[in-house]
């Protein structure tokens, strides 16, 4: 079965703040896709980042950044140097190989950032 | 059009009456989904399709959530006798399905559905 949990459900933090949301994931597949998606309060899902389960290679986009852990099943995501339009709530979601390849998505975490 | 377009965009109807909602894909994404938000909470995979036809339904709730897609195109949601918990956000995307490599999926802006 997978599961996604994100244990933190909102953190609040000042504008210029480092935050680190995280993910952690289950799954009895070899292959398979995690994914991050932002949703501001618009409503809107939009795309962040997939990265499939053979490459751990961390990945740096600007002030994003993300740590893919196979050994602890993480997929945790920073922004650094947060900004007031980072304010959102974030998805992590996993994705197995073949099949439907249907999202399985955590609870999401609100992120607030202060000015 | 550019992206996923969902209607309507809200829809408020009384309890025991029937509601569709209409997802438009992205042109030439061959997979298309639907997934419900609760207030809160993350999404919950509904149904798949491929092309016209739905390989996977394992998410729909009962058998009072049907759906369909046509010309390989546009997809309805039907609920059937709404109950107070189908109150939700439901939320279409469509993804490129290549075969290898998951394809990201875009999703619309969603209908949300209150049922009084």
């Known amino acids: 079965a997978q599961k996604v949990t994100q244990a933190q459900t909102e953190i609040s933090v000042v504008e210029k703040e480092d935050v680190t949301l995280d993910c952690v994931y289950e799954?009895?597949?070899?292959?398979?896709?995690l994914f991050w998606y932002k949703q501001p309060p618009s409503g809107e899902l939009v795309f962040l980042i997939r990265r499939n389960s053979f490459d751990e290679q961390n990945e740096i986009s600007g002030r994003y950044s993300w740590n893919f852990q196979k050994s602890t099943s993480s997929f945790n995501f920073t922004i650094t140097a947060s900004q007031v339009v980072d304010s959102a709530v974030y998805f992590c979601?996993?994705?197995?190989?073949?099949?439907?390849?249907?999202?399985?998505f955590g609870k999401g975490m609100k992120l607030t950032v202060n000015p | 059009g550019a992206g996923v377009s969902q209607s309507p965009s809200n829809k408020v109807t009384e309890k025991g009456k029937d509601v569709e909602l209409r997802c438009d894909p992205i042109s030439g994404h061959t997979a298309l989904y639907w997934y419900r938000q609760r207030l809160g909470q993350g999404l919950e995979f509904l149904i798949y399709f491929q092309g016209n036809s739905a390989p996977d339904k394992s998410g729909l709730p009962s058998d009072r959530f049907s759906a369909e897609r046509t010309g390989e195109s546009v997809s309805t949601l039907t609920i059937q006798r709404t109950q107070q918990e189908d109150s939700a956000v439901y939320l279409c995307?469509?993804?490129?399905?290549?075969?290898?490599?998951?394809?990201?999926?875009?999703f619309g802006d969603g209908t949300r559905l209150s049922i009084l």
């Open positions: 979601a996993l994705s197995e190989a073949g099949g439907s390849e249907k999202l399985v």
């Open positions: 995307a469509s993804s490129f399905k290549l075969g290898v490599g998951n394809q990201p999926q875009h």
């Open positions: 799954t009895r597949d070899t292959t398979y896709y």
